[in-house]
Nanobody, 122 residues
Framework: HVQLVESGGGSVQTGGSLRLSCAPS????????KAWFRQSPGKEPEAVAAIRRDDLTAYTDSVKGRFTISHDKAKNTLYLQMNNLKREDTAVYYC?????????????????WGQGTQVTVS
């Protein structure tokens, strides 16, 4: 049974930083591609950042230069470092993981999802 548990969300002022963590159980970060998605009220879910098994990363344009996705294979944990946060980054952030292959920013390839953690920027 695979379970993803996010942590690190919270409230921060514009320009501040947060680091989200995602600890999967039952799945190795080394054997899967992983991503962070977010959803704001009234908006469609969007991919934020993704990291492939071979460490290739991808970001949506609005977070490039501000967010960094990484994984610590020893700790089996996925991270999203978010710097220079803006109000429009306010959303529920979800981590996702997949053993499938495909475009890593597409939600369609992810078969495991966390419950989400709220990020509020004011």
């Amino acid at each position: 049974h695979v379970q993803l548990v996010e942590s690190g969300g919270g409230s921060v002022q514009t320009g501040g930083s947060l680091r989200l963590s995602c600890a999967p159980s039952g799945l190795s970060v080394s054997d899967s591609s992983k991503a962070w998605f977010r959803q704001s009220p009234g908006k469609e879910p969007e991919a934020v950042a993704a990291i492939r098994r071979d460490d290739l990363t991808a970001y949506t344009d609005s977070v490039k230069g501000r967010f960094t996705i990484s994984h610590d294979k020893a700790k089996n944990t996925l991270y999203l470092q978010m710097n220079n946060l803006k109000r429009e980054d306010t959303a529920v952030y979800y981590c996702a993981s997949t053993t499938l292959f495909g475009p890593i920013l597409s939600p369609l390839i992810y078969n495991y999802w966390g419950q989400g953690t709220q990020v509020t920027v004011s």
